[in-house]
């Protein structure tokens, strides 16, 4: 076997044997990426050079015999609007193609520390405003299982890069799904952290009341490797939490027997592929098998999720995205007046879909409109978070779809935003509620496309999530399935 088709648990043990150096492990997914890239375009960025210098010195320090994290010499791609020091992060936005960070965020220097080699920077839809990584104002990134299929959005280049074998780990942001709709849509585990359980310093801004970074991952095993690693507190991030960190790793072998599922059987609608449907009904047998207890429930407010959601984020990104004037970062063009300059440098460095949601969010900011959209949506928010919390004092866990279907074609939904937006539609609620939750590969449709199942668990209570996935991966076969390239 390739070291490029292993898990990163696998690469962990062989590294720690000393059966295989870290620049070796390296230099085959360098060599993977060198030749699938072209035909998947998972990367903006690539840092060949960094990556093999790191995994040099992770040698020379395990031949001292130096104690090192189980992630050493672990190879990983990040997201790229996650900051990397001395290496571009552009949001795959024009207005940031040339920007260069001072610093790592917190979540990059945890990995780096722990002796990473940092892979590249992987492509999103700009600002990670999408579901699809079409809005990328580099090129859109295709799905390994099948090119002409989106890979999801809008960590489409992290989830393509560990599903086509060109990163073991990859680390996504998720604001409304966009670490578990493309790991559904490329057969991946993909974790939703609990809010303030992984800082969010460094990362580039969308909606602050919901962005988090989580890992996507081949297994349930690799992803609590990466979660714990990442997870904790941070003086960086007063929005961080100081809750212990679970040893996530060592909870996967517990199964499911006395957990609680609730089944959200109603909240998938009519509309639904069968082969979603299907894959849900099937998770909760093998948990109910496994001697979890399984019984229908309903969340009654999740139906005004997308809604909320797109008031809420559109106006924090128009918050937040008022930094990009054309003068701190990013582009500055020559005008005759600053009103001017700000919008010459927006007008021509930023993509439609981002006008469009700043247009939004600036509107539903204005004093006529405050009441009626923005605080309205706070409210239906707070009975969203109840909902959960409700649904938590009887169940460990609940049972879900990710996606309403799996991977449609590239440009099927580009020019029709409101089918792009409900393609989101079950993975937006946990964020508006601060909850975690994973997308767990299920299966495939009768098109041969992953299918995901989606779990969500109390604030904190990872571990749980990760018993229930590793459960459930373990019933589809004992290697992670892997698209032919």
């Known amino acids: 076997m390739n070291l ?25 997914f360098l060599e993977r990426t060198g ?49 990397s020091e001395g290496v571009r992060t552009t949001c795959a936005s024009l207005f940031l193609e040339e920007y260069i960070p001072p610093a790592d965020a917190t979540a990059v220097k945890k990995a780096r520390d722990a002796g990473m080699p940092l892979l590249g920077k992987t492509n999103l839809d700009e600002f990670g405003m999408g579901s699809s990584t079409e809005n990328s104002a580099f090129s859109p990134t295709c799905n390994p299982w099948d090119l002409e299929r989106v890979p999801g959005g809008s960590s489409g280049g992290s989830a393509a890069a560990v599903a086509a074998g060109m990163a073991p780990l990859a680390l996504g942001t998720d604001t409304g799904g966009s670490v578990r709709q493309p790991a559904a849509f490329c057969g991946l585990i993909g974790l939703r952290p609990t809010y303030g359980r992984v800082s969010r310093a460094g990362l580039v801004p969308l909606a602050s009341s919901m962005d988090q970074a989580g890992p996507l991952a081949l297994t349930a095993a690799d992803a609590a490797l990466l979660l714990g690693l990442i997870a904790g507190e941070d003086r960086l991030d007063p929005t961080s939490s100081a809750a212990p960190v679970d040893d996530y790793l060592s909870a996967l072998p517990q199964g499911v027997r006395g957990l609680k599922v609730g089944l959200l059987d109603k909240n998938m609608a009519a509309d639904f592929d069968r082969g979603i449907a299907a894959a849900v009904h099937r998770a909760a047998a093998l948990l109910e098998e496994n001697g979890a207890v399984v019984e229908e429930t309903t969340l009654p407010h999740l139906r005004h999720s997308l809604e909320v959601y797109h008031l809420l984020c559109s106006a924090e990104a128009s918050s937040n995205l008022g930094r990009f004037d054309g003068l701190r970062y990013g582009r500055s063009e020559p005008a005759e007046n600053v009103a001017e300059m700000f919008s010459r440098a927006r007008g021509e460095g930023l993509g439609r ?110 571990k749980n999530l990760f018993r229930a996935a590793h459960l459930l991966e373990q019933e589809q076969g004992a290697r992670p399935p892997r698209p032919q390239l």
């Open 353 to 462: 879909e981002v006008k469009q949601r700043l247009l939004l969010g600036t509107a539903i900011l204005r004093e006529n409109r405050y009441e009626p959209y923005y605080l309205q949506a706070l409210r239906t928010r707070t009975l969203i978070r109840r909902d959960y919390e409700a649904a938590f004092e009887r169940f460990d866990l609940l049972l879900g779809a990710v996606t309403p279907t799996t991977a449609f074609k590239l440009g099927e939904k580009k020019e029709d935003p409101l089918a792009m937006y409900h393609a989101d539609i079950c993975i937006l609620p946990g964020p508006l509620a601060g909850v975690p939750a994973i997308a767990v590969p299920c299966g495939f449709d009768a098109g041969g496309l992953p299918v995901g199942v989606q779990l969500t668990a109390a604030p904190f209570q990872e």
């Open 35 to 83: 030749a699938v890239e072209p035909q998947v375009r998972a990367y903006i960025t690539r840092t060949p050079e960094a990556a093999l210098a790191a995994a040099g010195a992770v040698d020379e320090k395990r031949a001292r015999g130096e104690h090192l994290s189980p992630l050493a010499g672990i190879p990983l791609a990040v997201k790229d609007n996650i900051c």
């Open 4 to 28: 490029f088709e292993m898990t990163a648990l696998e690469l962990s043990r062989l590294l720690q044997k000393k059966e295989v150096g870290a620049v070796e492990v390296t230099q085959s």
